[in-house]
T-cell receptor
Framework: DTEVTQTPKHLVMGMTNKKSLKCEQH?????MYWYKQKAKKPPELMFV???????INESVPSRFSPECPNSSLLNLHLHALQPEDSALYLC???????????????FGDGTRLSIL | GENVEQHPSTLSVQEGDSAVIKCTYS??????FPWYKQELGKGPQLIID?????GEKKDQRIAVTLNKTAKHFSLHITETQPEDSAVYFC???????????FGKGTKLSVKP
């Protein structure tokens, strides 16, 4: 079992739907991340939150909207997605000591998203 | 930006053999060198990491070695078991880019 919990595990949605992915951790980590992973590819960074503030947005289309309501929760709001957005969406968390990029990241098992 | 290359892309070994995966990076400022294991249907899990002030680290059957001069680090798995079958990613960090930079992955298959 991982210490980062993602819900739902699977999601099928149409291109006009609005849905949200949720991520929760209780390790006291103050950095949280969203990644997108296509089949047989490495994870690609989408967003980084540090102390509940957005610190990195890797030029992600506005149809993906992240939210960090508190230090334990991270959401990804989805609207008007395209079929190419079908992928595994991974959440991760880490401590923030100096650079977050040199801290171990703890991943959830992801949400498998399919866009019809 | 950081350029990360991981070799081989696939590796097949017999149970009990050793496996070695190499990761080469370009950013000399990188100072954190983790390896992640991703099993089918799961997220990546950190299995071992090393920092730039250390040359080698071991944890039971797994070890990581770092050559900062040559800018590469390697994952060593001894006495491989079928449950070691997975995709392994290197992800150097701490450099000029704001996050870990993942290699393309190595699919390891351990045949019983």
């Amino acid at each position: 079992d991982t210490e980062v919990t993602q819900t739902p595990k699977h999601l099928v949605m149409g291109m006009t739907n609005k849905k949200s992915l949720k991520c929760e951790q209780h390790m006291g980590h103050r950095a949280m991340y969203w990644y997108k992973q296509k089949a047989k590819k490495p994870p690609e960074l989408m967003f980084v939150y540090s102390y509940e503030k957005l610190s990195i947005n890797e030029s992600v289309p506005s149809r993906f909207s992240p939210e960090c309501p508190n230090s334990s929760l991270l959401n990804l709001h989805l609207h008007a997605l395209q079929p190419e957005d079908s992928a595994l969406y991974l959440c991760a968390s880490s401590q923030v000591t100096g650079k977050s990029s040199n801290q171990p990241q703890h991943f959830g098992d992801g949400t498998r998203l399919s866009i019809l | 930006g950081e350029n990360v290359e991981q070799h081989p892309s696939t590796l097949s070994v017999q149970e009990g053999d050793s496996a070695v995966i190499k990761c080469t990076y370009s950013d000399s400022a990188s100072n954190y060198f983790p390896w992640y294991k991703q099993e089918l249907g799961k997220g990546p899990q950190l299995i071992i990491d090393i920092r730039s002030n250390v040359g080698e680290k071991k944890d039971q059957r797994i070890a990581v070695t770092l050559n900062k001069t040559a800018k590469h680090f390697s994952l060593h798995i001894t006495e491989t078991q079928p449950e070691d079958s997975a995709v392994y990613f290197c992800a150097p960090g701490g450099g000029s880019q704001g996050n870990l930079i993942f290699g393309k992955g190595t699919k390891l298959s351990v045949k019983p």
